[in-house]
């Protein structure tokens, strides 16, 4: 049984979901502290043709909060987003199947961040054809909210009966090996290989949110996609 656990982001880059694909469970970790200007609430997309942010406004947003904490602030140009995704993607070859599931998410009134960048995420999967079972930890492991943090992983990864936990390649610098196979767990860190593929430019801008890569690509590419990486 292999497991990761990470923190939901909406509409994170391929990687995220290289991650989601290479593992039978998938936590999304959503009661731990947000952090400002990262991935949670925000990614990067084409607009006209160059790399640009998309951002989902937020009420109070603080690093003093938990991601599941944090509201949605709905009158804060929020149709801008879905406006900006329209106008920039509009011409791309599957925008007609990609556009109405953003719109479905982004439109259905989800009260915090975590919720609604766990759904993006599921949106994707079920798209793909990912089959990965979710956890959320606020939901399925609060009881495991008290331990420091390598010990709440290893804990969450012995609950779901886990011989092998995946962590981000950032992790390196946080977690040891030798720590988790102490808890009979094979600690892995997944590292992407690089992706290409047909933008409308010739300049490629890599690393975009999964929105693009769904909008110019078929699954049966996008699959292919799901693969390139490597297991340090």
């Known amino acids: 049984?292999?497991?990761?656990?990470?923190?939901?982001?909406?509409?994170?880059?391929?990687?995220?979901?290289?991650?989601?694909?290479?593992?039978?469970?998938?936590?999304?970790?959503?009661?731990?502290?947000?952090?400002?200007?990262?991935?949670?609430?925000?990614?990067?997309?084409?607009?006209?043709?160059?790399?640009?942010?998309?951002?989902?406004?937020?009420?109070?947003?603080?690093?003093?909060?938990?991601?599941?904490?944090?509201?949605?602030n709905y009158d804060k140009n929020f149709d801008k987003i879905t406006k900006t995704i329209q106008l920039n993607y509009k011409k791309s070859p599957f925008f007609?199947?990609?556009?109405?599931?953003?719109?479905?998410?982004?439109?259905?009134?989800?009260?915090?961040?975590?919720?609604?960048?766990?759904?993006?995420?599921?949106?994707?999967?079920?798209?793909?054809?990912?089959?990965?079972?979710?956890?959320?930890?606020?939901?399925?492991?609060?009881?495991?909210?008290?331990?420091?943090?390598?010990?709440?992983?290893?804990?969450i990864c012995k609950k779901l009966n886990a011989n092998r936990y995946i962590n981000a390649i950032g992790g390196e610098e946080l977690y040891s090996?030798?720590?988790f196979l102490k808890q009979k767990i094979e600690l892995k860190f997944i590292k992407s290989k690089p992706i290409e593929y047909k933008q409308f430019s010739n300049e490629f801008a890599p690393w975009l949110s999964i929105i693009d890569i769904t909008m110019f690509n078929p699954k049966e590419s996008i699959h292919k996609m799901l693969e390139q990486y490597e297991l340090i």
Do not use: H
């Open 177 to 179: 090996k030798e720590g």
């Open 1 to 72: 049984m292999t497991v990761a656990i990470m923190q939901p982001y909406y509409m994170p880059y391929i990687g995220y979901f290289q991650m989601i694909n290479a593992v039978d469970s998938f936590v999304f970790y959503d009661d731990v502290n947000f952090i400002n200007r990262g991935w949670v609430n925000r990614n990067r997309i084409l607009v006209n043709n160059e790399p640009s942010y998309i951002t989902i406004p937020l009420l109070k947003a603080s690093q003093n909060k938990l991601i599941n904490e944090i509201e949605i």
């Open 96 to 155: 007609e199947r990609i556009y109405p599931l953003i719109v479905k998410d982004l439109t259905n009134k989800y009260k915090t961040i975590s919720d609604l960048a766990i759904n993006s995420c599921i949106t994707i999967c079920q798209y793909l054809g990912i089959d990965t079972k979710f956890y959320i930890s606020s939901r399925d492991f609060a009881d495991t909210k008290s331990l420091d943090r390598a010990e709440r992983l290893q804990t």
